[in-house]
């Protein structure tokens, strides 16, 4: 197979890899923790110190919150994070209040920049915060993309990657996700009244 793009012989931008550690945490390393919060066996946590969790916060078996040396992830109050989800805040992520995340969960923070004449791995990283807003649900193994924000009360379908914000109060499913429908805001009033 003829490369169309070598690898120059000056590979000085080649750095060694190193380890990010073991993700055994402490509950008083976080920046912040609330009460009942709910952290099963399995769970790796990196730089615990840039992460904040409200109060009566479910995450699940075997899901990597990956926090990073700056930027913040908050996890807002009465959230539930699936098993085996992968939370990446380089960028920075804040999940507001009541937010559902389904297992095998990809939220991605980070994305590498293009410079040719080296590989993509060794170039710059782009940072970009994602915000999924309250109340909002995002299905089982959906993939968030750098710089998205999720409408309060929207729901991401199963299997989709989000790479357009979504609006409040709306369904999207697909790769890459489209608009499906948007909810009835008023289809479940609290007054119990339909005249």
């Given at each position: 197979?003829?490369n169309?793009h070598?690898?120059?012989?000056?590979?000085?931008?080649?750095?060694l890899?190193?380890?990010?550690?073991?993700?055994?945490?402490?509950r008083?390393?976080?920046e912040?923790?609330?009460?009942?919060?709910?952290?099963?066996e399995?769970?790796r946590?990196?730089?615990?110190?840039?992460?904040?969790?409200?109060?009566?916060v479910?995450?699940?078996h075997?899901?990597?919150?990956?926090?990073?040396?700056?930027?913040?992830?908050?996890?807002?109050?009465?959230?539930w994070i699936?098993q085996r989800?992968?939370?990446?805040s380089?960028?920075?992520?804040?999940?507001?209040?009541a937010?559902?995340?389904?297992?095998?969960?990809?939220?991605l923070?980070?994305?590498?920049?293009?410079?040719?004449?080296?590989?993509i791995?060794?170039?710059?990283?782009?940072?970009?915060?994602?915000?999924?807003?309250?109340?909002?649900?995002?299905?089982?193994?959906?993939?968030?993309?750098?710089?998205?924000t999720?409408?309060?009360?929207?729901?991401?379908?199963?299997?989709?990657?989000?790479?357009?914000?979504?609006?409040?109060?709306?369904?999207?499913?697909?790769?890459?996700a489209?608009?499906?429908r948007?909810?009835n805001?008023f289809?479940?009033?609290?007054?119990?009244?339909?005249?």
């Open positions: 197979m003829k169309l070598k690898i120059p012989e000056n590979k000085s931008y080649i750095k890899h190193q380890s990010h550690g073991r993700g055994i945490f402490q008083e390393e976080f912040r923790i609330g009460s009942n919060v709910i952290i099963e399995g769970v946590v990196f730089h615990p110190e840039h992460i904040e969790i409200g109060d009566n479910y995450i699940g075997d899901t990597i919150l990956k926090g990073y040396y700056k930027n913040k992830m908050t996890i807002g109050s009465h959230t699936g989800c992968f939370l990446h380089a960028g920075g992520i804040h999940i507001g209040e937010v559902g995340i389904g297992p095998g969960v990809c939220i923070t980070s994305v590498h920049t293009e410079e040719l004449g080296k590989p791995l060794y170039n710059n990283l782009k940072l970009s915060e994602v915000i999924l807003e309250d109340g909002c649900d995002i299905g089982i193994n959906a993939i968030i993309l750098p710089g998205i999720i409408g309060e009360g929207s729901i991401i379908g199963a299997g989709s990657i989000v790479t357009k914000d979504v609006k409040s109060y709306c369904i999207v499913a697909g790769n890459p489209k608009l499906l948007e909810r805001k289809q479940h009033s609290s007054s119990g009244n339909n005249k």
